[in-house]
């Protein structure tokens, strides 16, 4: 995390300025609010945090990045939320571009609606009804929307009245 404020002016030398490094620490809330900007791996708690915080991110994406993090690159950069470099090496570079742009960065981060509050439970209502289907009726995994059994189509998931007081016989 960085700060812009601590610089005698919006135009001041970013390599002069004064910065802290602070390892495992618990209260991390406490250094966004004081930052401007975040530097880090695109991990979701960090990119997640940095942008319900309403900081621009600087992130970097290459070869040493984890699998499960590559994508959140990319929707930095898609989403608009700030630079990404493909090495730490660049981070100089970085922080010098993003002042530029940091209100158009901080802008897009500030309007974000997370909206995931309000899907998760969504998806896992679909995950418990499809659980909770008979086996001839899960498609396998991977398989094509095109090639799954349509569920008011088959017999053992009919539910019209007339029918739901008898069990359905199978040939």
């Given at each position: 995390?960085?700060s812009?404020?601590?610089?005698?002016?919006?135009?001041?030398?970013?390599?002069?300025?004064?910065?802290?490094?602070?390892?495992?620490?618990?209260?991390?809330?406490r250094?966004?609010?004081l930052?401007?900007?975040?530097?880090?791996?695109?991990?979701?708690?960090?990119?997640?945090?940095?942008?319900q915080?309403?900081?621009?991110?600087?992130?970097?994406?290459n070869?040493?990045?984890?699998?499960?993090?590559?994508?959140?690159a990319?929707?930095v950069?898609?989403?608009?939320?700030?630079?990404?470099?493909d090495?730490?090496?660049?981070?100089?570079r970085?922080?010098?571009e993003l002042?530029?742009?940091?209100?158009?960065?901080?802008?897009?981060?500030?309007?974000?609606?997370n909206r995931a509050?309000?899907?998760?439970?969504?998806?896992?209502?679909?995950?418990?009804?499809?659980?909770?289907?008979?086996?001839?009726?899960?498609p396998p995994?991977?398989?094509?929307?095109?090639?799954?059994?349509?569920?008011?189509?088959?017999?053992?998931?009919?539910t019209?009245?007339?029918?739901?007081?008898?069990?359905?016989?199978?040939?």
């Open positions: 995390m960085f812009l404020s601590i610089l005698p002016s919006a135009q001041g030398d970013l390599e002069s300025a004064p910065r802290l490094v602070v390892g495992f620490a618990s209260d991390i809330p250094y966004m609010r930052a401007d900007f975040f530097i880090g791996k695109p991990g979701p708690g960090s990119i997640s945090e940095a942008v915080q309403g900081l621009p991110v600087i992130v970097v994406d070869t040493w990045t984890m699998p499960q993090e590559r994508y959140n990319q929707w950069t898609e989403h608009g939320f700030g630079v990404v470099h090495s730490f090496r660049t981070i100089d970085a922080v010098n002042p530029g742009r940091l209100e158009e960065f901080r802008g897009r981060v500030q309007n974000y609606q509050l309000f899907e998760i439970p969504i998806i896992l209502y679909g995950i418990v009804h499809q659980a909770q289907r008979p086996k001839s009726v899960n995994f991977g398989a094509a929307p095109g090639n799954r059994p349509d569920p008011d189509l088959t017999a053992s998931t009919h019209s009245p007339a029918l739901a007081q008898e069990p359905l016989q199978r040939p």
